[in-house]
DNA sequence: AGTGAACGCTTTATGGCCGT
DNA sequence: ACGGCCATAAAGCGTTCACT
C-alpha cells in the first residue's frame, strides 16, 4: 500500500526539501503538505499516515505542546521534529515526548535522508544524540488533556475564574484540575507550575514583552 | 478522568479608631 | 489633618470528598 506522509512546516521552501527526502526514502509515498498544525491534523483525520514531520513553530502553534497533543490523539504515529534549533536540549525535550526523530534545519539533505530511513525502519533517530532525560517534561506529559487546557490557561496568567469561563466549566472544577496538575509536576503553587510548563517553549524565541 | 460543592488558608482592600 | 494600627470583609488559591 502506497504509503502517507504528512509535511507540516510554515515554509514552503523547506516543505519542498523535505518532500524530496521523503520521496528517496519512501518511493511512491503520497506527501501531504501542511503549513499549520490544523492542516496538518486535518492531514491526519483524512487518512492517517505513516510518518509526520512535523514543525515546532507554525503560525498556530508553539513549542512542545503540539507534540504532546498530537502524540495523545495519535499515539502510534511516528513524528519526526523538525526544528529551527539545534539545541542538544530540545532534541532531547522531542525524545522525551515520545518524538521518534529529530532533524535540525540545517542538515545536509543526505543527514535528512539518513534520519528518515532510521525512522521509517523503526528507529528513533536524533541528531544530536540526546542528553539525559528531563523529569519534569516526563512529568509534564502526564498530564490528561483537560489538565494541560488547564496548564495553558495557568501560564497565560488567567484566574481559576477565567480558566473556568474559558472552558465552560465551573471554577471549582478548575481547582481541583490545578490540585492534580500541582501533584503530577510535584511543585507546590500555580508559579511553580508555570515555571516547570516554560520547557516546553525550548524550541521559542525569547518572548517579546507585552506592549503596555 | 472529569466534574462540582464545601471547606480552610492566605492575601488584599476597606473602614474605623487612636494618638500625635 | 495625618499617619499608624487593628478588625473585618472580600477575593483568590488549593484540598478534600462525593458523584458520574
Not at 101 to 112: R, W
Not at 120 to 140: N, S, T, V
Not at 204 to 210: I, M
Request: proline share 5%; hydrophobic share 50%; glycine share 8%.
Amino acid at each position: 500500500m502506497q504509503p502517507r506522509i504528512v509535511i507540516a512546516d510554515d515554509h514552503p521552501l523547506f516543505r519542498g526539501a523535505l518532500a524530496h527526502a521523503v520521496a528517496r526514502v519512501w518511493p511512491g509515498a503520497a506527501v501531504f503538505e501542511a503549513s499549520s498544525a490544523a492542516e496538518a491534523r486535518a492531514a491526519l483525520q483524512a487518512g492517517g499516515a505513516e510518518c509526520l514531520l512535523l514543525d515546532l513553530h507554525m503560525a498556530d502553534s508553539s513549542g512542545l505542546s503540539v507534540l504532546m497533543d498530537l502524540r495523545q490523539d495519535y499515539p502510534a504515529l511516528p513524528i519526526v521534529i523538525v526544528s529551527a534549533s539545534e539545541e542538544p536540549r530540545v532534541a532531547a525535550a522531542a525524545a522525551q515526548l515520545g518524538a521518534a526523530g529529530f532533524i535540525p534545519k540545517s542538515a545536509s539533505l543526505d543527514a535528512i535522508r539518513e534520519g528518515l530511513a532510521a525512522v521509517q525502519g523503526g528507529d528513533a533517530w536524533f541528531a544530536e544524540g540526546h542528553a539525559g532525560e528531563d523529569d519534569d517534561l516526563a512529568r509534564i506529559a502526564s498530564l490528561t488533556p483537560a489538565q494541560r487546557r488547564i496548564l495553558a490557561g495557568i501560564r497565560q496568567g488567567l484566574l481559576n475564574k477565567q480558566i473556568a469561563y474559558e472552558l465552560s466549566i465551573s471554577e471549582a472544577t478548575v481547582k481541583a484540575h490545578i490540585t492534580a496538575i500541582l501533584r503530577k509536576l510535584g511543585v507546590g503553587s500555580r508559579t511553580q507550575a508555570v515555571l516547570v510548563a516554560a520547557k516546553l517553549d525550548v524550541d521559542q524565541p525569547v518572548a517579546e514583552p507585552a506592549q503596555a
